[in-house]
């Protein structure tokens, strides 16, 4: 079910083959760069965790990114804009779109409870106030 196995941060990245460095090619939809909301096409990848990535081959970025799901993982990149050059950080949870999709609906049910729960206390307070 959900929570076990290994997975990644839904990002395609490709390697430019003169430089060698490795860039964002595609993020996947509901995966957690997509809801990092911080990630885009052609960020360049420097850093996995503390591990210098520059110029390694894709399947060394792929072992280190991919993990236990649920588990953190600290990318750096690196954004050229116009003239302006700078380096970010983003922490992600490693899980498939289906992964978050499924804590959202459990967080749904736990928001659900909660409320019930207020009521009910709400209801006992108010049955306490009339005696």
Do not use: C, W
Not at 54 to 77: E, H, M, N
Not at 106 to 118: F, P, R
């Amino acid at each position: 079910g959900p929570g076990g196995g290994m997975a990644g941060v839904g990002i395609f990245f490709q390697q430019e083959p003169s430089s060698g460095r490795v860039y964002v090619a595609n993020i996947v939809e509901g995966g957690s760069a997509d809801r990092s909301g911080v990630i885009r096409v052609n960020d360049v990848i420097v850093k996995v965790d503390d591990e210098d990535v520059q110029g390694q081959p894709l399947s060394t970025l792929r072992t280190l990114i991919l993990g236990k799901q649920g588990s953190y993982v600290v990318l750096a990149f690196r954004r050229v804009t116009g003239t302006e050059l700078y380096y970010f950080d983003v922490e992600l949870v490693r899980g498939t779109p289906e992964y978050f999709e499924s804590l959202k609906k459990s967080q749904a049910i736990h928001n659900e409870k909660e409320k019930l729960l207020m009521q009910v206390r709400q209801q006992e307070q108010d049955i306490q106030a009339l005696r």
